[in-house]
Nanobody, 117 residues
Framework: QVQLVESGGGLVQPGGSLRLSCAASGFTFSTYFMSWYRQAPGKERELVALITPGGGVTNYRDSVKGRFTISRDNAKNTVYLQMNSLKAEDTARYYC??????????WGEGTQVTVSS
């Protein structure tokens, strides 16, 4: 079965960095787009970044451009989110997502990122 397991979250001071990982299994990882979403308390889940199957094309929401980098290692079935220059407004639970078909969307359980001094 499809599994997505996020890790790497934590408490960090403003301006700090974190690297999130999402280990995938149960599908042919190298053939699917992967994406990171986040959800803050009281807010809707929002797309943060996505990456094409080969890793050659990435896209980001405007508020994280220049600070976050999505990447993937298809040999390890893992997608990463490097987050630099973190701000308080980046505080959220971060989720990994894959869509295998029209009605086949899978999410991990998420990892909490808290940016606070």
């Amino acid at each position: 079965q499809v599994q997505l397991v996020e890790s790497g979250g934590g408490l960090v001071q403003p301006g700090g960095s974190l690297r999130l990982s999402c280990a995938a299994s149960g599908f042919t990882f190298s053939t699917y787009f992967m994406s990171w979403y986040r959800q803050a308390p009281g807010k809707e889940r929002e797309l943060v970044a996505l990456i094409t199957p080969g890793g050659g094309v990435t896209n980001y929401r405007d508020s994280v451009k220049g600070r976050f980098t999505i990447s993937r290692d298809n040999a390890k079935n893992t997608v990463y989110l490097q987050m630099n220059s973190l701000k308080a407004e980046d505080t959220a639970r971060y989720y990994c997502k894959v869509q295998l078909g029209v009605a086949q969307v899978y999410w991990g359980e998420g990892t909490q990122v808290t940016v606070s001094s």
